[in-house]
C-alpha cells in the first residue's frame, strides 16, 4: 500500500501538440518510484494514453488520471489532450485543477496554442508553472531560453539557469544569486508598495525567504508564473520542478465540512459499466454512502469506490477532500454531475464553445444501425458534446464535432471498440439561436390534447456562453414522481435542440411553472409529450434571432505576407486584432466566420508561399445581420399544434 500524504494537490499538465507534455509525467512517475522506466509515445507505452486509439496515434485523446507523492504532498495529475479538437475535454479537466505546469518547447518556442492554454489557465485564474523541456535537442541552443515565455506573459520569473544548452550535457542550477533577487523583486514590487518601500528604506531588510513566500502566495494567486528549464526525456531539471509544485502551488489540507465533489469525466469499467471520475472539493465520501446530486431530482448511492494513491488505485473505504475518486453508483453519475450538500472551492467554472460541424454516420451495413446507434450513445456518455441526435426525414445518425482529427478518432473508436464500419458525411456549419424575449405557456389535464398531464414552462434568455438551464423550484420537488421530473427536464433539453428554425436553441432559462398529473393513469409518455407543445408555445411568444458561429484563430505568417492575408482575411469577414511582429514574422488573430475557414485554409499556401501557419477553435457565436434560414425540421412538429396533437394521439411519439 503507498504512504499517505497528508496533503492533496490536483495537477494539470497541459501543451501544444509534440511540447512534451506525457514524456514529463512519464519522468516525473520514474523519479517518484511509481514506474520502473519511462514509456514511449511513439512506441504507445506510456501510463496515460492507455486507450488503443491514443497508442496508435501517439496523442492524448481523454484526460487521464495518475498520482505519485512528493514529499508530504500527493500529486494526482491530470493528463489532457494537447490537440484543439479536443478543447472540451481539457477545460473540463481544468475545473478541478488545484494547480498546472504549461510545457513550452525549447525547440519550438510558444506555439499557437500553448498561447490558447495560457490564456485559459489565467483567466481561470488556475496557478501555474511553466516548463521550458527539450533543453538538450540541438536547435534548443540557438534560442535565448530566458526570454523564451516573453511572448506569454511579462510575469515569467526563471527559477533555473541553462548551462551547455541544445547538448546532450545540458543541465540546470536552481538560481540563488544576486541577479534571481533582483529579478524577484523587480517581479513582486510591481503591485506591492508595502514591499517596495520597506526595500528602499532598508535593502537588507528584505531576506530571500520572505521573497520567496511572498512568490508563492502570487504563483497561487495566478498571477506570477515561476518558470523552469530541463528534458523530459533525461530527466535533467525535473527534481527542480517537482520542489516547485510541492512548494509554490496550493494543496488541500483539510477535509472538513459536508462533502461536495464534481463529476468531470466518465468511462466503461472493465464489467461493462460505467465509473465516474469525481474531484472532491469538501469533506468526505464513503462507499454506502447516499448523496444528493444537484443535476437530477433525487440521490445516488455509492456502490463502489477507488481512490488514486501513489500509482495505483486500490479500493478504499472514503475520499477525502482534494481526492479524485472513481466511483461506481446507482443510478449512474453523469459528467458536469455535483454531488454532496457542500460548498465547492469558489472558482469560476470553465467556459467552453461546443462543436461547431454537424456529420452524419451511417454504418456501411445499414442492418446495423441500432447497434452503431448504441456505440454512439455510449460514447456521447463520455463526451456530452458529441450530441448523438436523428438528422432529417430519414432518422439518420449525426453527431457535432470540432473537426476532423475528432471524427476519424469517433470512426477509429466504432471499427476497434464496437466492430462497426461506418462512413461519415461532409460536415456542416451549425448555426443556433436564441431567444430575444421571455415566453410562457401552460397544459392542463383536460385540455385539447389526449395526455394525462399538466405542465407549464417560461422561457427567459440567459447570458451569453451560458447554456440552457432547467429549473424545477423546490416547491414542486415533491409534487411529482422522481421519473416525471427526469422525464420533464430530458424532453425539455431535447426539445430544445430543434428551434423556431429548427436549429439548436441556446443561452436560455426553462423553468416550470405548473405540474400535475393523475396517480390512476399518468405516465412519463405524457410528459414527454406535452413538454414540446408548451416549450414550443413559449419560445413562440419569447422569440428567437439566429447566430452563425464564430473561429477564433491565430496565423503565423512571413512579414512579406501580410498586406495580401490581411486582405483576404478582410474579405471573409475577420475581425482582427493589431498584428503582432517578431523576427521578420507577423501572429495575426482575431475571429473569422466559421463558414470561411475552408476558404482560408485552401488559399493559405499561396498567399503565404507555404509559410503560413493556421490554427483556429471556436470562437463562440454572432448574430446574423439576415434572417437565418430555417432547415427541415427532423420528427414531430410541435409548433404545427394541431398536427401535433393529432400525431401524438396515433401514437406517433
Not at 520502473?36 to 504507445?44: L, N, Q, R
Not at 470540432?402 to 461506418?422: C, F, K, S, T, W
Not at 439561436?433 to 392542463?444: D, F, L, N, S
Request: with cysteine.
Amino acid at each position: 500500500m503507498p504512504a499517505m500524504a497528508s496533503r492533496r494537490l490536483n495537477l494539470g499538465i497541459v501543451a501544444h501538440v509534440d511540447a512534451g507534455k506525457t514524456s514529463l509525467t512519464e519522468r516525473l512517475l520514474v523519479d517518484a518510484g511509481v514506474i520502473k522506466s519511462a514509456g514511449s509515445v511513439d512506441e504507445g507505452s506510456t501510463q496515460t494514453d492507455t486507450d488503443s486509439i491514443e497508442r496508435q496515434r501517439g496523442i492524448t485523446i481523454s484526460s487521464a488520471v495518475v498520482s505519485f507523492i512528493a514529499g508530504d504532498t500527493q500529486v494526482n495529475i491530470v493528463d489532457t489532450p494537447g490537440h484543439a479538437e479536443f478543447v472540451a475535454e481539457v477545460e473540463r479537466a481544468m475545473h478541478v485543477l488545484d494547480g498546472a505546469v504549461l510545457v513550452v518547447s525549447a525547440t519550438h518556442g510558444v506555439q499557437p496554442r500553448t498561447r490558447i492554454l495560457h490564456r485559459t489557465l489565467a483567466r481561470l485564474r488556475i496557478p501555474t508553472l511553466i516548463f521550458v523541456n527539450k533543453i538538450d535537442v540541438a536547435s534548443a541552443g540557438e534560442r535565448d531560453l530566458t526570454a523564451i515565455t516573453a511572448p506569454l506573459t511579462d510575469r515569467a520569473i526563471a527559477m533555473t539557469s541553462v548551462r551547455e544548452a541544445g547538448t546532450r550535457s545540458a543541465s540546470v542550477l536552481r538560481r540563488t544569486d544576486t541577479a534571481y533577487r533582483r529579478d524577484l523583486l523587480d517581479l513582486l514590487t510591481r503591485d506591492d508598495d508595502a514591499l517596495l518601500a520597506s526595500y528602499m528604506d532598508a535593502p537588507d531588510s528584505v531576506g530571500m525567504q520572505s521573497l520567496v513566500e511572498r512568490l508563492g502566495s502570487q504563483t497561487a494567486a495566478g498571477v506570477d508564473f515561476p518558470v523552469f528549464h530541463g528534458s523530459a526525456i533525461t530527466g535533467v531539471g525535473v527534481p527542480e520542478l517537482v520542489n516547485g509544485i510541492r512548494t509554490l502551488l496550493p494543496a488541500v489540507d483539510d477535509s472538513s465540512g459536508d462533502p461536495f465533489g464534481y463529476v468531470f469525466k466518465t468511462a466503461k469499467d472493465e464489467r461493462g459499466g460505467r465509473a465516474a471520475y469525481v474531484r472532491m472539493y469538501s469533506g468526505a465520501l464513503h462507499a454506502r454512502d447516499r448523496l444528493p446530486v444537484a443535476h437530477a431530482v433525487g440521490s445516488v448511492k455509492v456502490t463502489e469506490l477507488r481512490v488514486f494513491r501513489g500509482g495505483t488505485v486500490p479500493i478504499e473505504s472514503g475520499a477525502s477532500a482534494g481526492d479524485i475518486a472513481v466511483v461506481h453508483t446507482a443510478p449512474e453519475l453523469r459528467i458536469g454531475d455535483t454531488i454532496g450538500a457542500g460548498t465547492p472551492f469558489a472558482r469560476r467554472a470553465p467556459e467552453f464553445a461546443p462543436p461547431t460541424l454537424q456529420t452524419v454516420v451511417r454504418p456501411k451495413d445499414r442492418s446495423r444501425r441500432g447497434e452503431l446507434s448504441a456505440a454512439l450513445q455510449d460514447l456521447a456518455a463520455a463526451d456530452p458534446l458529441i450530441d448523438v441526435h436523428l438528422h432529417g426525414d430519414d432518422d439518420e445518425l449525426a453527431v457535432q464535432v470540432y473537426g476532423e482529427i475528432q471524427r476519424q478518432v469517433i470512426q477509429a473508436r466504432l471499427a476497434d471498440e464496437y466492430g462497426l464500419d461506418v462512413e461519415f458525411s461532409p460536415p456542416q456549419i451549425q448555426y443556433i439561436e436564441k431567444p430575444i424575449g421571455r415566453g410562457a405557456a401552460m397544459e392542463v389535464i383536460g385540455g385539447d390534447h389526449p395526455c394525462l398531464a399538466t405542465i407549464g414552462l417560461r422561457v427567459r434568455p440567459r447570458p451569453t456562453d451560458s447554456g440552457v438551464l432547467y429549473e424545477a423550484p423546490i416547491e414542486f420537488a415533491g409534487a411529482l414522481p422522481r421519473a416525471f421530473h427526469r422525464a420533464i427536464e430530458e424532453t425539455v433539453h431535447k426539445t430544445l435542440r430543434q428551434g423556431l428554425c429548427n436549429w439548436p436553441v441556446t443561452d436560455c432559462a426553462v423553468t416550470m411553472t405548473a405540474c400535475g398529473y393523475d396517480s390512476a393513469g399518468t405516465t412519463a409518455r405524457d410528459f414527454r409529450a406535452l413538454v414540446p407543445l408548451a416549450l414550443m408555445t413559449a419560445l413562440k411568444e419569447a422569440g428567437t434571432t439566429g447566430f452563425e458561429p464564430l473561429s477564433e484563430f491565430e496565423l503565423d505568417l512571413p512579414a512579406a505576407a501580410l498586406s495580401t492575408t490581411l486582405a483576404a482575411l478582410l474579405a471573409a469577414g475577420a475581425r482582427l486584432n493589431d498584428p503582432t511582429y517578431h523576427a521578420d514574422a507577423y501572429l495575426l488573430t482575431g475571429l473569422i466566420p466559421t463558414v470561411a475557414v475552408h476558404g482560408i485554409e485552401l488559399r493559405l499556401p499561396s498567399l503565404t508561399s507555404g509559410e503560413g501557419v493556421l490554427t483556429t477553435r471556436p470562437g463562440g457565436y454572432r448574430r446574423l445581420k439576415s434572417r437565418l434560414q430555417e432547415r427541415r425540421r427532423r420528427g414531430l412538429d410541435p409548433r404545427n399544434r394541431r398536427t401535433y396533437i393529432a400525431d401524438i394521439a396515433r401514437g406517433l411519439l
